[in-house]
């Protein structure tokens, strides 16, 4: 790359082994746009040789080559001469970035650039290596490795820069690789076994790498595993490229089955003149690779390093990492690890004490191999001996140690030195408090940045580009868990022919999810199963019980429902499942899974298949749901009548003792019902009642059209079952609230068919709460369809059974009812008569939700026969009302019928701000009739207003709304709209 007469470049660096960068001595220099950057990266990897202007057009833009292409090149070149050269004069000739020929190059000193320094100690490793220096050769690899600061090239467009990735990624595994295979020469097994089985995660099919592997293990007495990364890199190749393992990976099966002594380390020799220096004590390193991919965790990074260099006083500075399994502790602490080197000149020791696995590593074995690393030849035998030489081989020294993996205090306290300059950091799936003064950390899921970051950088900037909700649906399906996300991107990077789309498919499936989370020996559910496995029987079947219902997170009350245990003991297990990091409590007496250590706790239900305690689990909690809703009902809904209910629940449920304190549980829990009933639906036949029953009362206490689809599909699912066991009572209750939810929604038609089907499957002459309701809805559908005539016989019918029954809430509501359909028939001193005599049913019955629901009624009825004076007074009632009861529904309508009164009266102004509020409800909890109401009635404000053009667009909204629901309120609207001289327009785009 240097060349004769090379200019000076003072302390000009640059990068490409990672993102590409340059440097002026510390500061850093800005390099433009991903064109500009690739430009550069073409020149710095020619090595001073020229690259043609059509070489540097093709490798940018290869087959879509802009018109403007040698323009913009020339743009680049010449920006980038500002940058490296800034104080070159003005028509002065570029002395670095030169013009040659027909192209350019770039003159600079091979020291300038990483990738030489890279490939320079490189080479000098194999000389090393070849004289028999393995130990210096293993040094100069180390170094070398060193310099790669992530990814090579992240983010440069265009082929030649993606053909330079490849190339460049490929050069880094194998010096990796091959420094692996020095250190087993040097003895340092046990440290390769780390960076190897890290390797293989991230190369998969590379039988390099297992065949060392598989030494590594051997040479550590961990022959069995050994033999396991033999039987899986097999099958991996024969599923993934259908052939056998190569002769080396063969030949080292067979040596290994055979105990081939040869494969035993001996000392490596060293270049003669130099044993005795050899033979001096090296610090250890022995940090596994750091991964050239991290992503994210910045502000974590940053606390890490502060508080581990920061060490003062006489206490060992300790930091503890604690998080599920695959969240990245491991990973983070090694990059953590790496970046303190420098502050730890006294060398680092590493060990993985594997304590998620069946057999933890012993204190006194993990001393040894550390006092063996710091010298010592003759190690004492006991744990006591042992601990105390170690402190005091380290009491004058600055040293860090990385306990990987710890099951608890009682195997970690021998490995923290007794003073401080070292610093300890600890993993582990458990939150170690009893460390004394350790600094806690809670590892958790990356951010979906942070996730699409890492996917990214394996999977290539390019395609996830040109994806992007592809690859957030990726991550998110991942549970945005670094193990899930890494496995994921590698198995989309190992299989070009698919797209990020093809992969997502794949990942939607949640059943088979965790098996498509898996790659050769590196797997989600092996990393969670180790976990499960360390889980007391009890905590065990906690963790898997707690599963049973697909809830976002569960209150302690239903944790003790599932468990059928009492709210202390439930707390107990569900908090020893939070210190192993099995589940969360993100707030006190509120737990929750990690989406994928739900479906592994599913996933065992299922290998288990205790149906008979998973269904009376369920059981238990939809009795305790259900026993709640009721005196929720009762509560918000006092002297009303509960349908008739199909299950006897045997708990009391929880006491809630004001409307307050029944609707923040309604809010708090709601997941949480739905969730049960669509479990309840679509299990065993004696869970669907008790689902049923939890349906109906929560349709009358939650009237929120949002929640209609998700409500409908599990109403669905429970008819389906109904009717395969043919229970009648049941479908006429499920046919009851699936009617009333297509009515919420505007769906008549449908609506009119599910109540007639539930009335044809209850007796004629039956008198029953659930008929009356029936009746009474099926009538509401009718009218609101502008077929008045044919709704009052069901008002009529339901009112009778309402009087015969004594319900006197139920009679107010369908007097108020029966008053609209009056006015509808023109008999509108009976609708007047009819409407006030509901409100005083319900004044006298003191029931403050059904004078909110007749006050509406005799509003609405009031201002259809030319009181609207009357009507607003009383609609305002009905407003304050709904809004004290948090019942946005019916906020919505009591404003939007408050407007048209407004407008009778001239208040044009009033109306507006009535309609614009009404009408914000509506959008927010998509109530469709409501919009259309509002939208009228704000533009026939906004017309009187002189604001013609605004009160069109809301007409037009109106009239849309209102002609898809099949309402007869669109006539009047096309009316206005004719007034105006114009026809409807198509409403504007949501």
Not at 195 to 222: D, H, I
Not at 438 to 446: P, T
Request: net charge negative; with cysteine; aromatic share 4%.
């Amino acid at each position: 790359m240097e060349h004769q007469g090379t200019p000076s470049t003072g302390a000009l660096r640059f990068q490409v082994l990672g993102p590409v960068q340059a440097w002026h001595g510390e500061r850093a220099l800005a390099l433009g746009s991903p064109q500009q950057q690739a430009v550069l990266t073409a020149l710095l990897l020619s090595h001073g040789r020229p690259v043609t202007t059509d070489d540097l057009v093709d490798g940018i833009w290869g087959e879509r080559t802009p018109p403007q292409a040698l323009a913009a090149l020339r743009t680049y070149v010449s920006r980038l001469r500002t940058v490296i050269e800034p104080n070159r004069e003005t028509r002065k000739p570029a002395e670095i970035l030169v013009s040659v020929s027909d192209g350019y190059a770039l003159r600079i000193p091979a020291q300038s650039l990483d990738l030489a320094s890279f490939e320079r100690q490189v080479a000098d490793a194999a000389d090393a290596k070849s004289a028999g220096d393995y130990r210096g050769s293993h040094e100069l690899l180390l170094s070398a490795l060193a310099l790669w600061r992530g990814k090579p090239l992240p983010g440069v467009p265009g082929p030649y820069a993606e053909a330079q990735r490849n190339r460049l990624s490929e050069r880094q595994i194998a010096v990796a690789e091959e420094r692996c295979a020095v250190a087993l020469e040097i003895g340092l097994h046990a440290e390769a076994v780390s960076e190897l089985s890290a390797l293989c995660a991230a190369q998969p099919l590379r039988e390099r790498l297992r065949e060392l592997l598989m030494l590594a293990l051997y040479r550590c007495g961990r022959q069995a595993e050994s033999l396991g990364v033999w039987a899986d890199t097999r099958k991996l190749l024969i599923e993934e490229l259908g052939v056998e393992p190569g002769s080396g990976l063969a030949a080292m099966h067979a040596r290994i089955l055979a105990g081939d002594p040869t494969l035993m380390p001996t000392a490596a020799a060293a270049p003669r003149g130099e044993v005795e220096e050899s033979a001096a004590f090296v610090p250890p390193a022995q940090l596994p690779a750091d991964v050239s991919d991290f992503s994210g965790r910045s502000k974590i990074v940053h606390e890490l390093r502060d508080v581990l260099r920061a060490g003062s006083g006489q206490a060992v500075v300790v930091t503890s990492l604690a998080g599920i399994g695959g969240v990245g502790k491991t990973t983070l602490a090694v990059h953590v690890a790496h970046g303190l080197r420098p502050d730890f000149p006294d060398g680092q020791l590493y060990v993985d004490l594997r304590g998620a696995g069946e057999s933890p590593a012993e204190p006194a074995v993990v001393l040894g191999d550390f006092l063996h690393a710091l010298g010592v030849t003759d190690t004492p035998d006991s744990l006591d001996q042992r601990a105390a030489l170690y402190r005091s081989l380290l009491a004058d020294k600055r040293m860090l140690i990385l306990l990987d993996n710890a099951r608890d205090a009682r195997q970690l306290l021998p490995l923290i030195p007794g003073v401080s300059g070292n610093a300890v950091m600890v993993t582990s799936r458990s939150r170690l408090a009893e460390i004394p003064g350790a600094h806690l950390i809670d590892i958790e899921e990356l951010t979906p940045d942070e996730a699409l970051a890492l996917f990214s950088a394996i999977v290539g900037i390019e395609r996830v580009a040109a994806e992007p909700e592809a690859a957030l649906a990726v991550v998110t399906a991942c549970g945005f868990l670094p193990l899930a996300v890494r496995i994921a991107a590698a198995r989309l990077a190992s299989r070009p022919r698919w797209s990020v789309s093809d992969l997502a498919r794949r990942l939607a499936d949640q059943r088979n999810r965790l098996q498509e989370l898996q790659l050769g020996n590196l797997a989600v559910e092996t990393t969670i199963g180790l976990g499960y496995g360390q889980l007391q029987p009890e905590e065990a079947r906690a963790f898997r019980l707690l599963s049973v219902v697909d809830s976002p997170d569960l209150p302690l009350s239903a944790v003790a429902a599932l468990l059928g245990t009492d709210e202390r003991t439930a707390e107990d297990l569900a908090e020893a499942l939070v210190e192993a990091n099995m589940l969360e409590c993100f707030t006190p007496g509120r737990y929750r899974y990690h989406d994928l250590l739900r479906l592994y706790a599913q996933r065992q239900n299922e290998r288990l298949g205790d149906t008979v305690e998973q269904q009376a689990a369920l059981l238990r909690l939809l009795d305790l749901l259900l026993a709640t809703l009721q005196n929720a009902a009762r509560v918000l809904e006092p002297d009303d009548e509960l349908s008739e209910l199909l299950h006897d629940s045997t708990t009391a449920g929880l006491r809630l003792a004001d409307s307050t304190s029944a609707r923040d549980w309604l809010r708090s829990e709601l997941a949480l019902l739905l969730s049960a009933v669509e479990r309840a639906v679509d299990g065993p036949p004696a869970l669907l009642r008790p689902g049923v029953d939890v349906v109906l009362v929560l349709r009358a206490l939650v009237e929120d059209p949002t929640l209609s689809p998700r409500i409908g599909n599990a109403l669905r699912t429970a008819a389906s079952g109904a009717q395969a066991q043919r229970d009648t009572d049941a479908l006429a209750r499920i046919r009851y609230a699936l009617g009333h939810v297509q009515q919420m929604t505007g769906e008549l038609t449908e609506a009119e068919a599910s109540l007639r089907q539930s009335l044809g499957l209850q007796a004629p002459d039956d008198l029953t709460h659930l008929r009356a309701s029936v009746a009474n809805e099926l009538a509401v559908v009718l009218d609101l369809a502008g077929r008045t005539d044919e709704a009052l016989p069901f008002y009529q019918q339901a009112h009778e059974i309402s009087r015969a029954l004594g319900a006197s809430i139920g009679e107010a509501r369908l007097l108020g009812n029966m008053a609209r359909a009056y006015v509808g028939l023109d008999r509108h001193a009976e609708a007047v008569e009819s409407a006030r005599a509901a409100v005083a049913v319900a004044r006298t019955a003191g029931n403050t939700p059904c004078l909110a629901d007749t006050l509406y009624q005799l509003g609405v009825v009031l201002r259809a026969t030319g009181s609207t004076a009357e009507a607003a007074r009383a609609l305002r009632e009905a407003h304050g009302l709904f809004q004290s009861q948090q019942l946005r529904f019916w906020e919505g309508y009591a404003l939007a019928r408050l407007a048209a009164c407004l407008l009778d009266e001239g208040q044009h102004p009033q109306a507006a701000e009535a309609a614009e509020e009404s009408l914000s409800i509506a959008q927010e909890i998509d109530a469709a009739y409501c919009q259309g109401l509002a939208n009228a009635a704000l533009g026939e404000a906004l017309l009187a207003l002189g604001q013609p053009a605004r009160g069109l667009a809301c007409l037009s909204e109106a009239h849309a709304v209102f002609t898809r629901l099949g309402v007869p309120e669109a006539l009047p609207v096309q009316s206005l709209i004719s007034d105006q001289h114009t026809e409807p327009t198509a409403p504007p785009a949501p």
